[in-house]
């Protein structure tokens, strides 16, 4: 591999490793496919949408990253929820200026495990000066109906992408817009904290290095010290973003909007910049593309669609 395009790599994979760290919550999609050797953490990588395709390996070059966290935080306002495991998967084209751009499958580019939102209902607007909110707090004691859930989408596409602030801390590495969607039968379905013209917008920063390593395979997969593909493997880093400002909740109750006034009040919502915080533990993130792309001029995201195919057990 050339060491400028190693450079390239580090920096996009240590970039997105962030990227998938702060996508603390997250919904589910649909069974993703099963993938042989070092393709295998690849499952939900957009090979075939337009802009992968049509990289030509020396203008454009196509690369896929996925990026996993175990465990995390995320405070928002008063309210501090304990993340589990999430799964980020996009595709990154990089171009020749330096610049690159976000592919993210069709699917949404986070997938991760809801959390419950400590003390649920009770802790989340209750007690409450509303008459309308104090009986529904009385009614919850030791009620199924208390458990509530948080699941962070994305509402909009990823910008403000700094390849170079990835291999470095304390700088913002990507901008991703998402809102929080608080799911319990007495908030009804549209109860978000955030929305698509007034998200919450994550700029994530390394606080510590990954540790770095590399293997090498064939197109199908199998490991090869020969082979055409190279993955880029980052371990063990952990993000935060303290700099972000939440808005107030909206669309909360069965008569939409009933509860709104009780979860921001009890929740501390909205929150400026300084009192939120996000932080993710012991990122793995892994990316792959082909090792020598200008040599496959203009096919470089043909053939990595056509690999990561071949590897489709």
């Given at each position: 591999m050339r060491p400028?395009?190693?450079?390239?790599?580090?920096?996009?994979?240590?970039a997105l490793t962030a990227l998938g760290a702060f996508a603390s919550l997250g919904t589910a999609t649909a069974a993703d496919p099963s993938l042989n050797g070092e393709w295998a953490p690849?499952?939900?990588?957009?090979?075939?949408?337009?802009?992968?395709?049509a990289a030509d390996g020396v203008e454009k070059t196509p690369q896929c990253v996925v990026s996993t966290s175990a465990s995390g935080s995320i405070k928002l306002g008063n309210t501090t929820v304990v993340t589990g495991r999430t799964n980020l998967q996009i595709g990154v084209v990089q171009n020749a200026d330096g610049t690159s751009a976000v592919v993210a499958p069709s699917s949404g580019a986070l997938v991760a495990e809801p959390a419950s939102v400590p003390g649920g209902l009770l802790g989340l607007m209750c007690p409450s000066d509303i008459f309308v909110i104090t009986g529904i707090c009385q009614s919850l004691e030791n009620s199924s109906l208390n458990k509530i859930t948080a699941t962070m989408e994305s509402v909009g596409a990823p910008y403000a992408f700094d390849q170079t602030a990835g291999v470095l801390t304390d700088l913002p590495i990507v901008a991703l817009p998402v809102r929080i969607h608080l799911e319990n039968p007495l908030l009804g379905d549209k109860c978000y904290i955030g929305s698509a013209a007034k998200p919450i917008v994550l700029r994530p920063e390394n606080r510590t290095f990954p540790e770095f390593g590399m293997s090498f395979f064939r197109g199908d997969g199998t490991p090869d010290e020969a082979g055409e593909m190279s993955r880029i493997n980052l371990t063990g880093a952990t993000q935060n973003d303290s700099a972000f400002a939440v808005p107030g909740a909206t669309g909360?109750?069965?008569?939409?909007?009933?509860?709104?006034?009780?979860?921001?009040?009890?929740t501390g919502l909205p929150s400026a910049a300084g009192n939120n915080s996000l932080t993710l533990a012991n990122t793995q993130t892994h990316l792959t593309g082909l090792n020598a792309p200008g040599t496959v001029v203009p096919?470089?995201?043909?053939?990595?669609?056509?690999?990561?195919?071949?590897?489709?057990?």
């Open positions: 400028s395009s190693a450079r390239t790599r580090l920096a996009t994979v240590s690849f499952t939900r990588c957009p090979v075939d949408a337009p802009a992968m395709l909360c109750g069965l008569n939409v909007g009933l509860i709104n006034a009780a979860v921001n009040a009890k096919d470089a995201g043909r053939i990595v669609a056509r690999n990561w195919h071949s590897a489709v057990k």
